[in-house]
Nanobody
Framework: QVQLVESGGGLVQAGGSLSLSCAAS????????MAWFRQAPGKDREFVAA????????KYGDSAQGRFTISRDFAKNTVYLQMNSLYPADTAVYSC????????????????WGQGTQVTVSS
């Protein structure tokens, strides 16, 4: 079974940066569209960023545009999320997802999910 494991979450001050990683295993090629979503307590899951395996096309949610960058390393079967200029509103559990996603930004299109990693931004 395909497994996704996130890492890199933690506590950071407002204005700081964090880099998240998501490593995939259990897949022959791991050639899936990959995405990051986040969810804060009491709020709906929010799309953050996505990248296609074939074209490297990227898509960002409004809150991430200009501050976050998604990338991937095919040799390591790993997708990354570089987060800069963080605000307290960015505090959430960040989860990575993989699958065939025509729109990139809809969570229900992804088949595989990681457990999530907590990101807390203090003021």
């Amino acid at each position: 079974q395909v497994q996704l494991v996130e890492s890199g979450g933690g506590l950071v001050q407002a204005g700081g940066s964090l880099s998240l990683s998501c490593a995939a295993s259990g897949c022959t090629l791991c050639n899936y569209d990959m995405a990051w979503f986040r969810q804060a307590p009491g709020k709906d899951r929010e799309f953050v960023a996505a990248i296609r395996w074939s074209s490297f096309e990227t898509k960002y949610g409004d809150s991430a545009q200009g501050r976050f960058t998604i990338s991937r390393d095919f040799a390591k079967n790993t997708v990354y999320l570089q987060m800069n200029s963080l605000y307290p509103a960015d505090t959430a559990v960040y989860s990575c997802a993989g699958g065939l996603a025509s729109s990139l930004g809809r969570s229900r299109e992804y088949s595989y999910w990681g457990q999530g990693t907590q990101v807390t931004v203090s003021s």
